[in-house]
């Protein structure tokens, strides 16, 4: 049977993108492995409902036909029930070294006892935080990140690891090996969570960028154009005739980035300013236009 990932955060199939961070939030500070009363494997469960879930893409895919896509859990293209492994390459997923543990998988699918492998003791893992602009989030970045003292992997010093765009706080990065090590075990694992700073004017949605535009109302009956300003530059945008409150205009290839040859949306929702106080000349020829039939 598939996961129920709305069921795991608690959360209604309806649920916004606030409610699912809100909810996965939650969860991870209740189950975070670090702690002392933490369990690994319900931390893991809500990362993996959160990461399809907060993603329209992959939400839309579960939603339609569960996590595995349209050939389910039993078998596929992967080869090993539904895990597909396409993307994993010398012990890297798409260059990173951390978002996979093979000894975590095969772990759960032959160990348990009745001749099957053994998992081996696992180090303490490490919560760290990572504190990234808007821009970076947007854009990606590169980041060099201090190793922990305590961290297996300490005498390294720092290690650099790419920040993919669209990345959003709250979400976590594993890097897998850099948590504590122990003896005679595996050591544990690190857990970087972001920290994203908050724009003015901008706000994430998936791959879109999303801001709110005030126009008065002379300009949402004739039209117009307004420049808004984005992370590094500025677009300039037409304001159709006879817009309404509460449109939404759309600027192609101006949203998050998310590739070499596709980018996210810019989203502008329109509000008017209806004036609460007119002066004479004003309600004169608003009058007049009363008149006309306008």
Do not use: C, W
Not at 38 to 43: L, N, R, S, V
Not at 87 to 106: A, P, R, T, V
Not at 175 to 197: F, H, K, N, R
Request: aromatic share 8%.
């Amino acid at each position: 049977m598939k996961k129920d990932y709305y069921e795991i955060l608690g959360i209604k199939k309806d649920a916004s993108k606030e409610e699912i961070k809100k909810a996965f939030r939650v969860l991870a500070h209740k189950h975070h492995p670090d702690k002392k009363d933490g369990d690994e494997a319900k931390f893991k469960e809500a990362n993996e409902a959160y990461q399809t879930l907060s993603d329209d893409q992959k939400r839309a895919q579960y939603d339609q036909f569960g996590s595995a896509g349209p050939q389910g859990f039993g078998g596929g293209q992967g080869g090993f029930g539904g895990f597909d492994f396409s993307g994993f390459q010398n012990g890297n997923f798409n260059g990173q070294n951390m978002e996979f543990d093979l000894g975590d998988i095969f772990g759960e699918m032959f160990g348990g006892g009745g001749g099957g492998f053994r998992r081996m003791r696992r180090g303490r893992n490490i919560a760290l935080r990572l504190h990234l602009t808007f821009k970076e989030s947007v854009q990606g970045t590169k980041k060099k990140i201090k190793i922990p003292a305590e961290s297996a992997q300490a005498g390294q010093g720092t290690v650099e690891i790419d920040i993919p765009a669209g990345i959003d706080s709250g979400q976590q990065m594993k890097l897998q090996g850099y948590g504590a090590p122990i003896e005679g075990g595996q050591p544990g694992d690190s857990y970087l969570e972001m920290d994203v700073e908050e724009h003015k004017t901008l706000r994430k949605e998936g791959v879109h960028l999303v801001t709110e535009l005030y126009i008065p109302l002379s300009e949402a009956l004739l039209g117009g154009k307004e420049e808004i300003g984005l992370v590094d530059d500025s677009v300039t945008i037409k304001i159709p005739p006879g817009i309404e409150h509460g449109s939404v205009l759309r600027v192609k290839g101006r949203g998050v980035h998310a590739g070499a040859f596709r980018n996210g949306d810019l989203l502008v929702k329109i509000n008017i300013n209806m004036p609460h106080k007119l002066t004479r000349e004003q309600k004169r020829l608003i009058e007049e236009l009363q008149k006309e039939g306008l």
